[in-house]
């Protein structure tokens, strides 16, 4: 056989390879699992096999209407077996282990994005992502985009000193606060600000003492909470908060938790808003956008 012809043979069973592995893609049905993954999945284009997803996937809109299998920590084998899946996509953290086993047992694939809660993790989800769903080339041009976005925020000046607390969800006349270790410290520290409850771990309940002896400067919350405690001047009624220089000043932030703390492809353009709204608040002069203007040619 001459050289050519092989490599006619060659290219030519190649090409079928591809055309057959696109079909078998194309009719796959996919469940995925975790709110990061299933935006990654959009923001790559990849969603179109998407035919169930589980209760932390509430972006996009077209995928948070699709059927849910239950909550991602604590699935049953039988809800996710229930919509006939092929494959599922899934956050590190979806479980249990065994309901997942059980899935694998029975013949459904399984992939699981494995990724620590970090912003630099963020980047390496969204190339493994692309790697899985043939979307490698844009996976890593996603991911240097959104890398080059949270340099750009760590290279920015240093803010004022400022103490911030960080409210998530809201129980009678207590505020739930974040601490150390949670998503909403890591976005705290992003931009800037110093945890003002640092010294407790994950999130808790705050009371009128606490908030008085912490004194935040600036209160940031989510638009969840801000509408479960009934809006800014409840906020502002709450035990405590008269007795901080954020609630003598009204210094206030509302943001979308899901987006920021996702740490999704949604989260590096969060952060650098939040990190605007902060100097706008503090009358800051060391603006993004002086810092971009500064190292233009």
Known sequence: MSTARFIRRSLVALLIGWLTTGAALANERWVVLGGDIAETLAALDADINVIARDDTVV???????LPSVGYLR??????????????????????????????????VGIEIINAPPSLEAIGDKVRAV????????????????????????ANLPNL??????????????????AGS???AHTALEAVGLENAFDEMQGYHSVGAEALARQAPEVVIVSERGLAAMGGEAALW?????????????????????QALLGFGPRTADQLL?????????????????NSTAQRSP
């Open 181 to 183: 270790n949670t998503a």
């Open 74 to 107: 604590q699935l049953s084998a039988e809800s996710v077996l229930s919509i006939k899946p092929d494959q599922i996509l899934a956050a590190g953290h979806a479980g249990p282990k065994e309901v997942l086993e059980q899935l694998a047992a029975v013949g």
């Open 273 to 289: 808003t939040l990190r605007q709204d902060v100097e706008a608040l503090l009358g800051a002069s060391t603006s993004i956008q």
């Open 59 to 65: 972006y996009p809109p077209a995928m948070a209407e």
């Open 237 to 257: 009624q709450l035990p405590g908060m008269a007795l901080t220089p954020a609630g003598r000043e009204q210094r206030l932030i509302v943001i979308n938790d």
């Open 160 to 177: 004022p000193t400022t103490r911030a607390i960080f409210i998530m969800q809201h129980s009678g006349l207590t505020p739930r606060a």
């Open 130 to 153: 692309g790697q899985l769903t043939d979307r490698r080339e844009e996976g890593d041009v996603l991911a240097d985009a959104l890398n080059a976005k949270l340099a750009r925020l």
